[in-house]
């Protein structure tokens, strides 16, 4: 059964803190996808990668950087967490457009 | 920018009743994909259509392409409560690419 894996359900932390969002996806997929759901303003990308060290900005990409070391792996890094990105984040992976997403991560910023 | 209108925005109905939740654009699209999403968890894909005028058909599920390429169209026939969750619809501007544009969804819940 294929599989996109996000570390984490639930996380809380604290506005400042450095935040890092794992996903993992076992398809052999080129293009992976970091989107943020939010109430009324549906799913907006964030950024996504085509390659190993490969990236682009998506639509909302201020306050965010990624990572992709390994192809199966794409890292989502809130460099100085804010309360406004309180928000559920959704990692996807696909060739070439999402076809399979994890299950999410609830994030909260206190 | 392009943009995707989904309606209704929420829709509850009783089971075995028949529905439709439409997707549209004043833009064009190379293809469109439809998701549904249950609470807690990620969109799951259900179909993606290519062709002006295509129709795909998933056991109760039937999905239309608008002939212009601006819009779509999911009927639900005979409702199932398993059918409840969110209907997201979302569009790729050219072949190939990579973004999607999606839109906000539809609600459906289905009473027993």
């Known amino acids: 059964d294929v599989k996109v894996t996000q570390s984490s359900r639930y996380l809380v932390k604290r506005t400042g803190e450095k935040v890092f969002l794992e996903c993992v996806q076992d398809?052999?997929?080129?293009?992976m996808f970091w989107y943020r759901q939010d109430p009324g303003l549906g799913l907006r990308l964030i950024y996504f990668s085509y390659d190993v060290k490969m990236k682009e900005k998506g639509d909302i990409p201020e306050g965010y950087s990624v990572s992709r070391e390994k192809k199966e792996r794409f890292s989502l890094i809130l460099e100085s967490a804010s309360t406004n990105q309180t928000s559920m984040y959704l990692c996807?992976?696909?060739?070439?457009?999402?076809?399979?997403f994890g299950d999410g991560t609830r994030l909260s910023i206190l | 920018t392009q943009l995707l209108e989904q309606s209704p925005q929420f829709l509850s109905i009783q089971e075995g009743e028949n529905l439709t939740v439409y997707c549209n654009s004043s833009?064009?699209?190379?293809?469109l994909q439809w998701y549904r999403q249950e609470p807690g968890e990620g969109p799951v894909l259900l179909v993606t259509v290519v062709t002006g005028g295509e129709v795909k058909k998933l056991k109760r599920l039937t999905f239309q392409f608008g002939d212009a390429r601006k819009d779509s169209s999911l009927h639900i026939t005979a409702a199932q409560t398993g059918d409840t969750g969110l209907y997201l619809c979302?569009?790729?501007?050219?072949?190939?690419?990579?973004?999607?544009?999606f839109g906000k969804g539809t609600k459906l819940t289905v009473n027993p």
């Open positions: 979302a569009g790729s501007a050219r072949g190939g690419s990579e973004k999607l544009v």
């Open positions: 398809m052999d997929h080129e293009n």
């Open positions: 833009s064009v699209f190379s293809s």
């Open positions: 996807a992976s696909g060739d070439p457009q999402p076809q399979h």
